[in-house]
């Protein structure tokens, strides 16, 4: 009986690797290395839901925000940067997507692809060459260096977009994850059959968030891609 359950086992752990091998394109090693690469950014990391069939892991129907949440309420606490932890949780759920945990280590400026493109050669020429992401063909994600605690409290507050998540289509332009928030971390996988990828990845050093924001918002402005408030920040 124990080893027909330990091929049992066994071969449930290899499907599980090889459907999230063909979620992302990238197999259980690959995953590993590149959110080892985030965590030794000091990215502070945590589990996040993913796409079950065309719809989220969670329990939640009509979940908002398909596979781009995290697991757990308790996941700014959950954050870390200690790869044993990471190890643990993808041994637990090999298909996680993962969270970064924004106004520690870094912030992120989030935009429509289409200023993302646009920026991106602008701050190329620029010379800044920070990390970047691509959520599906929808936004990018510019990752910049925090303010971390400003002295003055009344200059920063935190975002609530990450907690309604359904307010997206309010606020189609430029949105400032800062403290309180968090964004969906590469390689991670979409219910719609794509991927958050890296075009640039951790390894670059994270750039002035101002000088980022400066580019991004013309970009923002000259496609378009602006509401009643241009950008949030969060």
């Known amino acids: 009986m124990e080893a027909s359950s330990s091929r049992w086992t066994s071969w449930w752990q290899r499907r599980e690797r090889e459907r999230a091998t063909a979620a992302t394109g990238v197999d259980a090693a690959g995953r590993l290395d590149l959110l080892l690469g985030a965590v030794r950014a000091g990215f502070p990391l945590a589990p996040a839901a993913h796409p079950a069939g065309h ?3 969670c329990d939640r129907v009509g979940c908002p925000a398909p596979a781009q949440h995290p697991v757990s309420f308790a996941w700014q606490s959950q954050a870390t940067v200690d790869p044993e932890q990471l190890a643990r949780w993808l041994s637990r759920d090999p298909q996680a997507n993962f969270i970064t945990a924004t ?11 289409e200023a993302g493109r ?3 050669e602008r701050l190329d020429a620029l010379g800044v060459h920070g990390p970047v992401a691509a959520v599906g063909e929808d936004r990018y994600l510019f990752f910049t260096a925090t303010r971390g605690t ?9 975002s609530v977009l990450d907690s309604t998540p359904d307010t997206m289509s309010e606020h189609p332009g430029l949105r400032w994850h800062c403290r309180g928030s968090y964004t969906l971390l590469p390689p991670a996988s979409l219910p719609d059959g794509s991927e958050v990828r890296w075009l640039r990845g951790p390894e670059h050093a994270l750039p002035d968030a101002l000088r980022v924001l400066d580019v991004l918002t013309d970009a923002c402005t000259e496609v378009g891609a602006v509401a009643e408030e241009q950008w949030l920040i969060g």
């Not at 106004?103 to 692809?113: E, F, I, S, T």
């Not at 400003?150 to 507050?157: A, G, I, L, N, T």
Request: proline share 12%.
């Open 55 to 57: 719809r989220c892991s």
């Open 103 to 113: 106004g520690r280590a870094h912030d992120v400026l989030d935009v429509p692809a």
């Open 118 to 120: 646009l920026a991106l």
């Open 150 to 158: 400003p002295v003055d409290e009344d200059e920063w507050w935190p």
